[in-house]
C-alpha cells in the first residue's frame, strides 16, 4: 500500500467536486475549492476521522468494500477506480459480469433526483445505490451486509422481504426476478457470481426452483408496482428503467400520476422521508 500516493490522489479528486455534483447544496461560502472531507466521509459511509487519515497517510489499509465506497463517493471513472485499488495494494474488481463500480453518469442522474425515489441496480438485482427517497421507500440498504443489498436474494431468503408489496402481487414480483435472472445467466453462461446466485437460490427456496423450472425470460423493463409502506400507505408507482450502455446497470426511478393518491402519499413520504421509516 502506498500511503502517500493513496492521500494524493484522494485529495485531489475531492478538490475536483463541487456540492452540485455530488447532489449536495453549496450552503456557506467556501474558502477552497471541492468538497469537505466530512461531505466525502458522509458520502461514502465512514467516519470523518478514518478518512482523514487516509488523506494524511495515516490510515489503515482500506478494505475492497471502503476502496469501492470512496470509488462511489469522488465519482471516479473506471480507471480511475483501478488505480485507487492499486494504490491500496489491491487487485481491481473483475469486469466480468461488472464489478458494481456505477458509471458517472448514472450517479449523476441520481445526484439530481432529489423528490423522486430513485436507486441504481445491477443486472443481478445488487442495489449500488440509493437516493433518501429511495431508502424511505423501500428500506435503507446501507446498514445491510453487502450480500443482502441483493434484490432477489432477499426475496427469496427473506419472507419479510416481499412485505412491501400486497400479497396477491408477490409471486408475479418473485416471477419477475427469476425470469430476469435467467436472462443475465444465458447472456453470461462463464459468469461465476450469475451461476452462484442461481445455484444458491435453487437449493435455498423452493419457490425460486418451482419459478425456475418454468423457464420464463425477461429483462427488466419499465413497469407499474404497487408498494405499501407502513407509514404512509399503499401506493401505485410507475418505474422507468434507464439502461446503462453495457445493459449491466439500471437507473430506477420510481413516480407517481399527479392527482392521485399515491402522488399525495409520495409527496408526505418527502416530509417524513428522513426519518427512520423505512420498511426494509
Same mark, same amino acid.
Given at each position: 500500500?502506498?500511503?502517500?500516493?493513496? #492521500?494524493?490522489?484522494?485529495?485531489?479528486? =475531492?478538490?475536483?467536486?463541487?456540492? #452540485?455534483?455530488?447532489? !449536495?447544496?453549496? $450552503? #456557506?461560502?467556501?474558502?477552497? /475549492?471541492?468538497?469537505? @472531507?466530512?461531505?466525502?466521509?458522509?458520502?461514502?459511509?465512514?467516519?470523518?476521522?478514518?478518512?482523514?487519515?487516509?488523506?494524511?497517510?495515516?490510515? /489503515?489499509?482500506?478494505?475492497?468494500?471502503? !476502496?469501492?465506497?470512496?470509488?462511489?463517493?469522488?465519482?471516479?471513472?473506471?480507471?480511475?477506480?483501478?488505480?485507487?485499488? +492499486?494504490?491500496? $495494494?489491491e487487485e481491481p474488481?473483475?469486469?466480468?459480469?461488472?464489478?458494481? +463500480?456505477? =458509471?458517472?453518469? !448514472?450517479?449523476?442522474?441520481?445526484?439530481? !433526483? +432529489?423528490?423522486?425515489?430513485?436507486?441504481?441496480?445491477?443486472?443481478?438485482?445488487?442495489?449500488?445505490?440509493?437516493?433518501?427517497?429511495?431508502?424511505?421507500?423501500?428500506?435503507?440498504?446501507?446498514?445491510?451486509? /453487502?450480500? %443482502?443489498?441483493?434484490?432477489?436474494?432477499?426475496?427469496?431468503?427473506?419472507?419479510?422481504? %416481499?412485505?412491501?408489496? /400486497?400479497?396477491?402481487? =408477490?409471486?408475479?414480483? #418473485?416471477?419477475?426476478?427469476?425470469?430476469?435472472?435467467?436472462?443475465?445467466?444465458?447472456?453470461?453462461?462463464?459468469?461465476?457470481?450469475?451461476?452462484?446466485?442461481?445455484?444458491?437460490? @435453487?437449493?435455498?427456496?423452493?419457490?425460486?426452483?418451482?419459478?425456475?423450472s418454468e423457464h420464463?425470460?425477461?429483462?427488466?423493463?419499465?413497469?407499474?408496482?404497487?408498494?405499501?409502506?407502513?407509514?404512509?400507505?399503499d401506493m401505485e408507482?410507475?418505474?422507468?428503467?434507464?439502461?446503462?450502455?453495457? +445493459?449491466?446497470?439500471?437507473?430506477?426511478?420510481?413516480?407517481? @400520476?399527479?392527482?392521485?393518491?399515491?402522488?399525495?402519499?409520495?409527496?408526505?413520504? =418527502?416530509?417524513? $422521508?428522513?426519518?427512520?421509516?423505512?420498511?426494509?
Amino acid at each position: 500500500m502506498d500511503r502517500t500516493e493513496l #492521500a494524493d490522489f484522494l485529495r485531489r479528486r =475531492r478538490d475536483r467536486l463541487s456540492p #452540485a455534483d455530488v447532489g !449536495l447544496g453549496s $450552503g #456557506a461560502r467556501r474558502r477552497t /475549492p471541492g468538497l469537505r @472531507r466530512e461531505e466525502v466521509a458522509q458520502l461514502a459511509g465512514m467516519s470523518v476521522d478514518y478518512y482523514t487519515r487516509l488523506e494524511q497517510a495515516r490510515g /489503515p489499509r482500506p478494505s475492497r468494500q471502503m !476502496l469501492a465506497a470512496l470509488a462511489r463517493a469522488l465519482r471516479l471513472t473506471a480507471d480511475e477506480r483501478d488505480h485507487l485499488f +492499486h494504490l491500496a $495494494g489491491e487487485e481491481p474488481p473483475r469486469e466480468t459480469g461488472g464489478s458494481g +463500480h456505477i =458509471r458517472p453518469g !448514472l450517479l449523476l442522474v441520481l445526484d439530481r !433526483l +432529489h423528490d423522486t425515489p430513485a436507486q441504481v441496480v445491477s443486472d443481478l438485482g445488487d442495489v449500488l445505490a440509493q437516493n433518501a427517497m429511495a431508502s424511505a421507500l423501500l428500506g435503507d440498504v446501507s446498514a445491510r451486509a /453487502p450480500e %443482502m443489498r441483493n434484490i432477489a436474494r432477499r426475496a427469496f431468503t427473506e419472507p419479510a422481504a %416481499m412485505d412491501i408489496f /400486497p400479497p396477491e402481487d =408477490r409471486e408475479t414480483q #418473485a416471477r419477475s426476478q427469476v425470469a430476469n435472472l435467467r436472462a443475465v445467466l444465458a447472456a453470461r453462461p462463464d459468469d461465476p457470481r450469475a451461476a452462484g446466485l442461481v445455484a444458491e437460490l @435453487r437449493a435455498a427456496s423452493e419457490l425460486f426452483a418451482r419459478l425456475w423450472s418454468e423457464h420464463e425470460v425477461a429483462v427488466r423493463r419499465s413497469d407499474t408496482k404497487r408498494i405499501r409502506h407502513p407509514v404512509v400507505g399503499d401506493m401505485e408507482l410507475d418505474c422507468e428503467v434507464l439502461l446503462s450502455s453495457g +445493459h449491466d446497470q439500471r437507473l430506477i426511478v420510481y413516480t407517481a @400520476r399527479p392527482g392521485t393518491d399515491a402522488y399525495e402519499r409520495l409527496q408526505l413520504l =418527502r416530509v417524513v $422521508g428522513l426519518q427512520d421509516l423505512s420498511v426494509g
